[in-house]
């Protein structure tokens, strides 16, 4: 039987039907619309709908069809199901006789969607945070043992100045730190509960609504039954925050690939996560670096896809908010899958030290550092600049480094330039220079390490506090 039949004369035309079913989807949220379907009968029996006995009958095929569903996947593939609503309702049904119909007193399957949406993503984020902890933690162990290896950093992929290792990891681990407290942020405001809303109006029995919300998990119940039917912003926000994280690593894959190049050689490709090439027997190719970035597209490709159906829709629901699932699933899932993938990569992965630090002390990288030396003698930034520059282009038409002029050379540009000047020079001193919050001097980013694993607890704790 449809779950809205009564109405219509004819039958829809097969072709239809198929195109507009979305069980083959929709299935991934069996185990919340039993959840669901379950607060609901409580809440019915307490209005006095259902007895206690048909309340029973009710939780018991409820369990009966989760059971089903775990323990043979061939119990999925219904042919007639329209959606997973009317999947629990037929099999319920079937197993407990027309009692199974009175479950959908006083609810629609506005509401039903809306819950189910929202105790699905809450899982998805309650995984995702806990999974970003573990990927966290791996970049700031390998800060940390990286102890004082120096690297170039790049800006507009030049070199610029040197900083430790550890500094540019710590870069990746605030991204992605930020990026598990945009998740707690988006998990608090869809953690609202829709039951008791009814097709847009509000439901009709007594039901107790922040009862349905406690025994669910949720704050408390949605405020206002239109928006909470129509409301999809929760899964926009989880999808663009999932767009962010997959730009945080698309960037830190593209860096990766950039660094395991024979140009630059600080990066050691794993074998595990690598493939090779069925022409250039040499070739060992970063796969799985080169599908993070693609994969990132992909996530914010469905973001755009859920912006542009939601951004034309009047109030209440409309079938259109059907087309916000598959975007969903697959942002989820393919973002579940890759961050274990990635933290796999980080512990197999082999930086190149020796590498690293002997690129830290060339290429003008204390040109700063030669700057300030002359700013701590009053003069001023721009004339010091302007006077560093001039040595730099002196360096390169000598084919040497800043530390390789002589003092007579030096004070043709400022006669403030005194022996004392190459002891700021050094890789050392440089990076001792950068001594603020935030900045690369060894005892800041040692600091900084405190401070991220402090952080990174924080965020595992609470995901699993929510599990």
């Not at 829809?12 to 195109?19: A, I, K, V, Y």
């Not at 800060?143 to 540019?168: D, F, I, K």
């Not at 962010?244 to 595990?272: C, K």
Request: glycine residues 6%.
């Amino acid at each position: 039987m449809k779950m809205w039949s009564g109405r219509f004369r004819q039958p829809l035309d097969p072709g239809f039907e198929r195109w507009q079913r979305s069980f083959d989807f929709d299935r991934r949220l069996l185990t919340h619309e039993l959840a669901a379907s379950s607060a609901h009968a409580r809440a019915l029996a307490n209005a006095g709908i259902v007895s206690s006995s048909e309340l029973i009958s009710i939780l018991q095929g409820l369990e009966r069809i989760a059971e089903q569903a775990a323990g043979s996947p061939a119990f999925l593939e219904d042919s007639e199901a329209e959606d997973v609503h009317h999947f629990v309702e037929k099999n319920l049904v079937n197993l407990i006789g027309d009692t199974g119909y009175k479950l959908h007193s006083g609810r629609s399957r506005n509401e039903q969607i809306a819950t189910d949406l929202r105790l699905y993503i809450r899982v998805c984020i309650d995984q995702l945070r806990a999974e970003l902890a573990e990927f966290l933690a791996l970049l700031v162990d390998r800060a940390e043992r990286s102890g004082n290896t120096a690297m170039p950093a790049y800006t507009h992929l030049q070199r610029a100045e040197p900083v430790l290792m550890s500094h540019w990891l710590l870069a990746y681990a605030e991204m992605f730190i930020r990026d598990a407290d945009r998740l707690a942020d988006c998990r608090k405001r869809l953690n609202f509960c829709p039951l008791g809303s009814g097709a847009v109006a509000g439901t009709t029995p007594p039901l107790d609504r922040r009862g349905m919300a406690i025994d669910l998990g949720f704050d408390a119940p949605t405020f206002n039954s239109i928006d909470a039917t129509s409301d999809r912003d929760f899964v926009l926000e989880f999808v663009n925050a999932l767009s962010m994280i997959g730009l945080h690593l698309s960037r830190w894959a593209e860096e990766m690939i950039i660094f395991s190049s024979r140009e630059f050689d600080f990066v050691h490709l794993p074998e595990a996560y690598s493939t090779g090439s069925s022409a250039m027997p040499q070739k060992k190719n970063p796969d799985l670096l080169e599908l993070t970035r693609g994969k990132a597209a992909r996530i914010i490709g469905a973001a755009t896809t859920l912006a542009i159906t939601l951004k034309g829709l009047p109030l209440a629901y409309n079938k259109d908010l059907q087309e916000t699932q598959e975007p969903l699933f697959d942002a989820a899932e393919t973002m579940l899958a890759l961050i274990p993938l990635v933290t796999n990569w980080m512990k197999a992965v082999k930086f190149n030290l020796d590498r690293m630090q002997e690129a830290a002390r060339s290429g003008f990288m204390n040109a700063w550092a030669a700057a300030t030396y002359l700013v701590q003698r009053g003069v001023p930034f721009r004339l010091a600049h302007e006077q560093i520059g001039k040595a730099v282009q002196l360096c390169l038409e000598k084919g040497c480094e800043l530390q390789d002029l002589s003092v007579q050379e030096l004070r043709q540009l400022n006669p403030l330039f005194d022996e004392d000047f190459y002891s700021c020079l050094d890789l050392a001193s440089v990076l001792a220079l950068h001594d603020v919050p935030g900045g690369t001097a060894p005892a800041q980013v040692r600091r900084a390490i405190a401070d991220a694993k402090r952080r990174i607890d924080f965020i595992r704790e609470e995901a699993h506090a929510h599990a």
